[in-house]
Nanobody, 121 residues
Framework: QVQLVESGGGLVQPGGSLRLSCAASGSIFSINAVAWYRQTPGKQRVLVGRIISGGEPYYEDSVKGRFTLSRDNAKNTVYLQMNSLEPEDTAVYYC???????????????WGRGTQVTVSS
């Protein structure tokens, strides 16, 4: 099994920055893709950014140029650097990894529990 733990959320003023981290642990054979999603009350979880191994990062239009997704393969950790934050970025942010556990034939989706980001003055 694979466990994901997010950190780095909090309260920030508009125009500020935060960096979210997501560390994967457990019996990991490989990580095929990493992503961050966000969700606000009463709405569906939406994709913020994603990196598929060997591919270019994808970003949702509203965060392009402000958010940067990166990964440290040696640490099995993915980051989301968020700059020029806006009140509309307020949400619970969830880490997602498509990973293959040791002994498994196929990769599956794993999720973190989420971290709250609040942008407010």
């Amino acid at each position: 099994q694979v466990q994901l733990v997010e950190s780095g959320g909090g309260l920030v003023q508009p125009g500020g920055s935060l960096r979210l981290s997501c560390a994967a642990s457990g019996s990991i054979f490989s990580i095929n893709a990493v992503a961050w999603y966000r969700q606000t009350p009463g709405k569906q979880r939406v994709l913020v950014g994603r990196i598929i191994s060997g591919g270019e990062p994808y970003y949702e239009d509203s965060v392009k140029g402000r958010f940067t997704l990166s990964r440290d393969n040696a640490k099995n950790t993915v980051y989301l650097q968020m700059n020029s934050l806006e009140p509309e970025d307020t949400a619970v942010y969830y880490c997602n990894m498509k990973a293959r556990a040791v002994g498994s034939l196929w990769p599956v989706d794993y999720w973190g529990r989420g971290t709250q980001v609040t942008v407010s003055s």
